[in-house]
């Protein structure tokens, strides 16, 4: 197998050119060493910041992409970590490059067998888009090296959303990745990951800057990952932390938060005041206090069946929105309805005029 990639030592680690012919670019600040191994896969928390998102949340717009990596054994122990950033000359994204066939993952593996364990942690989801195919490259890797599985963390979305004109094909093919589980997760960074992601591949992130809280913006935008993921799959994130602080007001959107962030610390549209008339307190969480996290790994996946049809149609209720009655009222409805007897009578002029009449002749009889 001749590879793509030419390969050079460096101080702390190795510098990699993913296609041999690569050469310096005034386009591009990365080039030609777009794949760094060991400590030369650190960035500066600066970088860090602009191209993640942490810790206040998505950066808008991308157009870096960055993606670390961890190979590893079936016994979970580290055989390599590094990171693919993307080339903006020859518009490359960091999957592509990584899982290009005679590429640097592939030679990897076939030049050590005990790698098993694949760990993406990339700014943006995988897209399959036709400059890019990171999506089908990681599919025909994976049915090249069945032994091997795949966990991938991402930041945020791309090119997901539906005003996107590739958006369709974007998500077809994390649903079609997504249907190869368990060999292959997809899970938004959330939580401890990221300060994992600090100790292990930022630099000038030490000590307590390493456990820094995550603050309410980021972990808003990481809940909505894990539902967009969720949504266009069918499968739950197999890691997500849960954000207790934000459960009162389940309408509250990340994008939403993101928006009022750093102007207010309030989520706009709240009213202050409740139907009595009464101050209401705000169970909206200011955007730059810390949260705390709950680790809970989604242990609630679907079973694999073999010959399984990811596609099949799938049967759909819908339900109508009744207004809502309080048990007393709903207890009250069962019951038949109490009917009280009642006199029905007509009034009449005829009657009237008599009545009169012997109201005259008692008085007479009166006098008399």
């Known amino acids: 197998m001749e590879p793509l990639y030419e390969e050079y030592p460096a101080n702390r680690g190795t510098i990699v050119k993913p296609y041999y012919w690569l050469s310096f670019s005034l386009d591009c600040s990365n080039c030609p060493y777009h794949i760094r ?35 590893k054994t079936s016994t979970g122990s580290l055989v390599q970590k590094g990171h693919a950033s993307s080339c903006s000359a020859n518009n490359t994204h960091p999957e592509s490059m990584l899982f290009e066939t005679n590429g640097y993952f592939d030679s990897a593996i076939y030049n050590n067998d005990g790698i098993r364990h694949i760990i993406l942690y990339s700014n943006a989801s995988p897209c399959d888009e036709a400059d890019h195919c990171c999506i089908s490259k990681m599919y025909n890797f994976l049915r090249t090296f069945p032994d091997v599985t795949l966990s991938i963390y991402f ?55 390493v456990f820094q809280p995550i603050l309410t913006g980021r972990a808003l935008a990481d809940r909505h990952n894990a539902y ?73 996946l679907p079973p694999i069946h073999v010959g399984q049809n990811p ?20 207890k009250d409805l069962s019951r038949p309805p109490i009917v009280m007897p009642a006199e029905t009578g007509e009034i009449t002029e005829q009657s009237v005029s008599s009545n009169k009449a012997d109201e005259k002749k008692k008085k007479k009889k009166g006098k008399k």
């Open 155 to 209: 930041s945020q979305l791309y090119h997901t959303d539906p005003d996107f004109p590739a958006s369709a094909w974007n998500r077809e093919a994390l649903r079609s990745l997504a249907s190869l589980w368990p060999k292959v997760t997809l899970s938004p960074i959330s939580g401890g990951i990221w300060h994992f992601l600090l100790d292990n591949f930022v630099s000038g992130a030490l000590g307590a800057a």
């Open 37 to 71: 191994t060991g400590e030369e896969a650190r960035v500066s928390y600066t970088e860090f910041y602009q191209i993640f998102g942490f810790p206040y949340g998505p950066t808008y717009p991308q157009t870096k992409h960055l993606a670390f990596y961890e190979l």
């Open 311 to 330: 596609f099949k149609p799938r049967d759909v209720v819908r339900h109508l929105n009744m207004p809502q009655t309080s048990f007393q009222e709903a």
């Open 228 to 300: 967009e993921i969720n949504a266009i799959t069918g499968v739950k994130p197999y890691f997500t932390d849960v954000l207790p602080q934000t459960k009162e007001d389940q309408n509250t959107t990340a994008p939403a938060a993101l928006a009022s962030y750093p102007f207010n610390s309030t989520f706009p549209g709240q009213s202050p005041q409740g139907t009595s008339g009464q101050p209401q307190p705000n169970l909206t969480p200011d955007l730059r206090v810390p949260v705390v996290f709950v680790l809970v790994p989604f242990r609630d």
